[in-house]
Nanobody, 125 residues
Framework: QVQLVESGGGSVQAGGSLRLSCAASGNTYSRGCMGWFRQGPGKEREGVAVLYIGVGSTYYADSVKGRFTISQDNAKNTLYLQMNSLKPEDTAMYYC??????????????????WGQGTQVTVSS
């Protein structure tokens, strides 16, 4: 089992920045995929960014490339999402997710096994 706890959400004006954190506890894996997903009002869940654990590769949704950065601190078992130049369309509930094993891709997250409770990000114009 893996437990994920997100923090760092909030309300900001367009152009602002936020850093989301996802603290992981429980079982750890040398290979797996961790990422951030979001679901806005009336929208389907979408992948924002993922990081291939043990390999270091990262993948981003086109809508956030150049603005968001996913990273990890192994010593703290924490995943981060640095969000800069935020836009109103980034408003959503953001979820951290993880799964052990090989491969790491964006998508809806349907193949991710572990999920956090979510943290709300609201960007006003």
């Amino acid at each position: 089992q893996v437990q994920l706890v997100e923090s760092g959400g909030g309300s900001v004006q367009a152009g602002g920045s936020l850093r989301l954190s996802c603290a992981a506890s429980g079982n750890t894996y040398s290979r797996g995929c961790m990422g951030w997903f979001r679901q806005g009002p009336g929208k389907e869940r979408e992948g924002v960014a993922v990081l291939y654990i043990g390999v270091g590769s990262t993948y981003y949704a086109d809508s956030v490339k150049g603005r968001f950065t996913i990273s990890q601190d192994n010593a703290k078992n924490t995943l981060y999402l640095q969000m800069n130049s935020l836009k109103p369309e980034d408003t959503a509930m953001y979820y951290c997710a993880a799964r052990p094993g090989w491969g790491c891709q964006l998508g809806s997250g349907s193949n991710f096994q572990y999920w956090g409770q979510g943290t709300q990000v609201t960007v006003s114009s």
